[in-house]
């Protein structure tokens, strides 16, 4: 599967943004997916995830109660809605595809693939 982000901006602490992640190729709606941002410096970190269906989420503790993943399999999308935005939100978003072999729960950069090209998000004070 073959996967873009988009999005992404220039907005103020506590504003909200919603990222997109469109797929292409194999049919995505088999796939459980996640975002991964990385900050200038820093390791690719996690910061959500869903499953297959859409039924079920986890998320990075940093964005708990703040972001809110979900998907349209009919539009072979995924998307990351942020609000209350910081400044430490600042970061290159990434969407990726969990590997069929990867236990639902992982939050290990290594167990999701077909990495898209990233979408820059930038939070001023």
């Known amino acids: 599967v073959q996967l873009q982000a988009s999005g992404g901006g220039l907005v103020q602490a506590g504003d909200s943004l919603r990222l997109s992640c469109a797929a292409s190729?194999?049919?995505?709606?088999?796939?459980?997916m996640g975002w991964f941002r990385q900050a200038p410096g820093e390791e690719r970190e996690f910061v959500a995830a869903?499953?297959?269906?859409?039924?079920?989420?986890y998320y990075a503790d940093s964005v708990k109660g703040r972001f809110a993943i979900s998907r349209d399999d009919a539009k072979s999308t995924v998307y990351l809605q942020m609000n209350s935005l910081k400044p430490e939100d600042t970061a290159v978003y990434y969407c990726a595809a969990l590997g069929r072999t990867a236990h639902w729960g992982t939050t290990d950069r290594d167990d999701f693939g077909s990495w898209g090209q990233g979408t820059q998000v930038t939070v001023s004070s």
């Open positions: 869903v499953s297959w269906r859409g039924g079920n989420t």
């Open positions: 190729g194999r049919p995505f709606s088999s796939y459980a």
